[in-house]
């Protein structure tokens, strides 16, 4: 498919700009509307081939309930948020178009698309769903396909309860009145990652960690299980017993096999 136009409802946002400027090299047209913008979402919408909401998944919930039945069966209307249960219902219910959810796992700081993943969500409609993928892959995006349910649940871990223990390392260090300058002065190359990723999430947008962790029904299972984790961990860690927590940290190895060795020549480029 050529001479495509790609509406992004949100285009003035982070990943909007982000996804403008992939689309624009790929050769389509692309059009961007935003709250301030003197094109209107809806106007935008009418003259696209594909629709995407680039919007917090309030406003994407809301647009999709505005712009869906105006809609036709030849269009397509897809998503960047990073929930895609309730997003991927409001746009099948409020539009007779094409319809894919999809979650890009990266960020707008990213520089290439290459090796980066992308979740896909189908939801109506085969046509501009393989249209999408194609463009995806031919920039070498790693593309999986994946039901919303099991996409949100698998996000609980990989981001909500990822972001949770960040904002709670934070806090810690704030109970503890550790300032960053002292704990940078004591620290190894693990922990002074892990402290450059706290004032990574605090220098960004707060309302999309606060949905991350909060929208996703999901993170309250992930954290009842982590909440177990912590409570069996300190009594084999803190038992004094060092058998008894060497038993404990193999236990988990033998979980994770193969990966262990995989993990530590990943973090050491890292590091
Ligand atoms: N940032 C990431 O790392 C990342 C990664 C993957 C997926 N996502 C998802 O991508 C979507 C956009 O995220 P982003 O980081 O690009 O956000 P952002 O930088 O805050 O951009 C949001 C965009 O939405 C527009 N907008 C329209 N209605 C809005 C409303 N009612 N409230 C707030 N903004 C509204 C804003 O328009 P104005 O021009 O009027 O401000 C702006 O263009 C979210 O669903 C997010 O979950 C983000």
Avoid at 8 to 20: A, E, P, Q, S, V
Avoid at 23 to 38: D, E, Q
Avoid at 216 to 236: C, G, I, P, Q, Y
Wanted: a neutral charge; hydrophobic letters at 40%.
């Amino acid at each position: 498919m050529s001479n495509i136009t790609i509406g992004i409802i949100g285009g003035t946002g982070n990943m909007g700009r982000w996804f403008k400027d992939f689309f624009s090299r790929a050769g389509h047209t692309v059009l961007v509307a935003g709250r301030k913008t003197p094109v209107l979402p809806l106007d935008t919408a009418k003259k696209s081939d594909v629709v995407i909401l680039s919007v917090p998944i309030e406003a994407a919930l809301a647009y999709a309930e505005e712009i869906g039945p105006i809609l036709s069966q030849d269009q397509l209307l897809m998503d960047l948020c990073s929930l895609k249960e309730t997003i991927l219902t409001s746009m099948l219910r409020f539009t007779k178009a094409q319809v894919v959810g999809t979650h890009p796992l990266f960020g707008p700081f990213t520089d290439s698309i290459k090796g980066q993943n992308i979740i896909v969500c189908p939801g109506r409609g085969t046509g501009w769903l393989k249209w999408l993928e194609d463009e995806l892959r031919r920039k070498e995006a790693v593309v999986t396909r994946m039901d919303p349910v099991t996409h949100d649940r698998n996000m609980a871990v990989v981001q909500g309860l990822t972001h949770f223990l960040t904002v709670c390392m934070g806090r810690t260090l704030q109970k503890m009145n550790m300032s960053p300058d002292e704990a940078i002065s004591c620290s190894t190359p693990v922990f002074r990652l892990k402290i450059n990723l706290i004032g990574r999430l605090f220098s960004q947008d707060l309302s999309l960690y606060a949905s991350l962790i909060g929208a996703n029904r999901h993170v309250e299972d992930a954290l009842a299980t982590f909440m177990s984790a912590v409570d069996e961990a300190k009594e084999s860690l803190l038992s004094g017993q060092k058998g008894r927590a060497i038993a404990y940290l193999d236990d988990i190895r033998s979980f994770l096999g193969d990966f262990c060795q995989d993990g530590l020549k990943e973090s050491n480029k890292i590091l």
